[in-house]
């Protein structure tokens, strides 16, 4: 690792990558913040980390869009320099639906956002990190959601099966690049207080499945960032093709 590592978070501007880009921060990290279309929120989050002292760069790429992916590294290497952690956690849902309503555009805009974001992205990791290309090693984690283990029938079936998609990947990269140096690990959070669900079409939905939950409430992206931070850590050493669940017992 660098002296001060360097980490990218995909979709940092808003909900639980922001909350980890300013966990990595604290911890001395330097960070890139990624976001696709909401810039005053993602340089509300770099002026909040340039406020801690740590180095901070705004991208703005999509990560759904193979070329921007790439210029989203290239930006990196230019200007924060050998990357060391790589957050896959930019991701999307749609208007909550039954399966006989969903149409071919919208699933494939969900796998592109979701599952074909996270492959290029680790590609362009792994070819700097892995002691194969020269790297020195590097740690993957991907944002995944429990929704991958439960299905969300009646609401998100397609957004769900994305997510069984990255925990696949989870485990067939770890193995593949074990023996150079990157670890590749996961969390699968449960319902988490953020934006996503206004998207889905029902902003309440923490409020409303609450007393569902185990834990009596849903969790915090501050929460789940932790779980994030954890795995990527030199503390998690040994760990890789793992997956946390962080869903408070649901
Ligand atoms: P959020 O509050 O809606 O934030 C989404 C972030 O992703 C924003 O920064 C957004 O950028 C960015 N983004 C979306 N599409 C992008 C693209 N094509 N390229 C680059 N950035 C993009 O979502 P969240 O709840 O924090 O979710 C983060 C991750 O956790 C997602 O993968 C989600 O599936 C997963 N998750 C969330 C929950 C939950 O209950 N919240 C549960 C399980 C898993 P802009 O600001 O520019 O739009």
Not at 138 to 164: C, Q, R
Request: charged share 25%.
């Amino acid at each position: 690792m660098n002296s001060m590592p360097i980490v990218v978070i995909t979709g940092s501007s808003r909900g639980i990558g922001a909350a980890t880009a300013r966990l990595f921060a604290k911890n001395g990290y330097a960070v890139c913040i990624n976001y696709r279309a909401n810039e005053e929120a993602a340089l509300e989050v770099q002026k909040e980390i340039k406020k801690l002292g740590a180095r901070c760069i705004v991208v703005q790429a999509d990560v759904s869009r193979e070329d921007e992916v790439v210029r989203l590294f290239e930006a990196v290497d230019k200007k924060l320099g050998r990357l060391d952690v790589l957050i896959n956690n930019a991701g999307i849902l749609m208007q909550q639906s039954r399966l006989e309503d969903l149409d071919a555009e919208r699933i494939n805009k969900l796998l592109i956002t979701n599952v074909t974001s996270c492959f290029i992205c680790s590609r362009e990791a792994v070819k700097r990190m892995s002691t194969k290309h020269s790297g020195e090693g590097g740690a993957i984690v991907n944002v995944s959601s429990v929704a991958a283990t439960l299905g969300a029938p009646n609401e998100y079936t397609d957004y769900a099966a994305t997510k069984g998609a990255i925990d696949t990947l989870t485990r067939g990269l770890a193995v593949e690049v074990a023996g150079e140096g990157i670890r590749v690990n996961g969390v699968r959070p449960g319902i988490i207080d953020t934006e996503i669900h206004a998207d889905g079409g029902e902003p309440g939905r923490v409020h409303r499945l609450a007393s569902a939950i185990p834990i009596q409430r849903g969790g915090t992206a501050e929460e789940v960032a932790q779980g994030i931070y954890w795995l990527a850590s030199n503390e998690a050493s040994y760990a890789t093709g793992a997956i946390i669940d962080l869903t408070g017992g649901r």
